[in-house]
C-alpha cells in the first residue's frame, strides 16, 4: 500500500499511471475475492507483492522515464531505458510462481517437463495479451500511445517484451522450483 500510494502522487500522467496500475488492482482483486477458496503459499504472495511494486514504479515515472534506469542508460551510453525490459522480465517471473503454484495444487501436473512447459505457455500467451492490450490502447488514445507502449523508438519492441517474459518465466522455475516445491508441500 505504502508503494501503491507514493505512486499515485503526482505521477508523471494520471491516465497513464491508471492503465499501467490496472493489471496490479485486477490481480489485488482477484486476490481479495479467492482469499478464502485458495491461498497461497508466503512465497507467491511475495512474488505478487514485488510484481506489483515493479508495476508501481513503471506506473509512476512511465516505463521509458524511470530515473534509476535513465542513470544506468547514461552511465553505460545505453540507447534506451531499460526498465521496461527489467518489467517484462518481471511480466514473465514473478507470474510464473503464481501458474506454476495454481497448476501444481489443482491439476493432476506434478513437478517436470510438462509442468515447467504449461507455466512458460501460460506467462507468454499473458504476455502476448498484454502486448495485444497495448496495441489497443495505442489505436484508441493516439497521443498516449507513446508513453504507454514505451517503445522508444524500437519497432521490435513488442518482440523483444515478449521473449523476455518468456526468459523470465524459464528463469522463474529454474531457479525456484525445488524451493516452490518444499513451501507447497508445507501447505
Known sequence: MVVLTWSAIAPFDYFIWLLEIFPALIGVGLLIATFHR??????????????????????????????????IQQQFD???????????????????????EILVRLSPLEPGKWLFFMVTSICLAVSALYEMVEWWVAITTGSAADL????????WDTQWDMFLALLGAMAAQL???????RKIAAL
Open 38 to 71: 485458495f491461498q497461497f503459499t508466503t512465497f507467491a504472495y511475495t512474488a505478487i507483492l514485488l510484481h506489483c511494486m515493479v508495476l508501481a514504479v513503471g506506473a509512476h515515472y512511465t516505463y521509458g522515464d524511470m530515473p534509476l534506469f535513465e542513470w
Open 148 to 155: 504507454f507502449l514505451a517503445t522508444q523508438g524500437d519497432v
Open 175 to 181: 531457479v525456484f522450483a525445488g524451493y516452490h516445491d
Open 78 to 100: 545505453l540507447s534506451r531505458n531499460h526498465y521496461d525490459r527489467f518489467a517484462h522480465i518481471a511480466q514473465g517471473f514473478f507470474p510464473a510462481i503464481i501458474a506454476r
